[in-house]
C-alpha cells in the first residue's frame, strides 16, 4: 500500500499574519499595515538611476559596425564597437545600458563582450539608423 497524502489545504479560521499586504482590509475594517510611502521609493529610485553612467551617444565618433559569422556555429551577428570615452573606454553599466536600449528598439538579442555590443542577426541598416538618430557617427 502507498502512503497516505497529506492535506496542503489552508483552512480558513487560520491566523494569516504571515501574509504581507491585504488589499481588502479597508473593506474589513483592519488597519492597512504600514508601507514604504511614494515618497521614500521615488527618492530611492532616483538615487539609483543617477548612480548609473549614461553614454553620450554625440560624443562618440567612428563607431563601427560590421557583420561576421566565424567562430558563431554559421550563425550571423552585427558587431557594434569603437567607443572612445576622454582617455579609455566607456563604464561597463553605460555600455550595458546601451545593450538594452537596443535590444528594445531593435526587437533583437543582444549581448556586450569586452567593449563590443553584438547583436543577433544582420541588424546593419536598423542599428545604424537608429545610432544616427541619436547623434552618433558611424565610420
Given at each position: ?111 556586450l563582450e569586452d567593449d563590443t555590443i553584438v547583436l543577433q542577426g544582420d541588424q546593419r541598416e536598423r542599428a545604424a539608423s ?10
Amino acid at each position: 500500500m502507498g502512503k497516505r497524502k497529506t492535506s496542503k489545504k489552508i483552512a480558513p479560521d487560520a491566523d494569516a499574519r504571515g501574509f504581507g499586504h491585504n488589499p481588502f482590509a479597508a473593506h474589513f475594517g483592519a488597519s492597512p499595515q504600514p508601507t514604504d510611502s511614494p515618497q521614500n521609493t521615488a527618492e530611492s529610485s532616483t538615487e539609483a538611476s543617477s548612480g548609473t553612467a549614461t553614454l553620450d551617444l554625440h560624443q562618440q565618433k567612428n563607431l563601427h559596425l560590421r557583420v561576421e559569422r566565424k567562430g558563431r556555429g554559421g550563425k550571423t551577428v552585427t558587431l557594434l564597437g569603437g567607443f572612445k570615452a576622454g582617455a579609455g573606454t566607456p563604464p561597463k553599466d553605460a555600455l550595458e545600458d546601451l545593450v538594452g536600449q537596443l535590444k528594445r528598439a531593435l526587437g533583437c538579442g543582444a549581448a556586450l563582450e569586452d567593449d563590443t555590443i553584438v547583436l543577433q542577426g544582420d541588424q546593419r541598416e536598423r542599428a545604424a539608423s537608429w545610432l544616427n538618430a541619436r547623434g552618433a557617427t558611424l565610420r
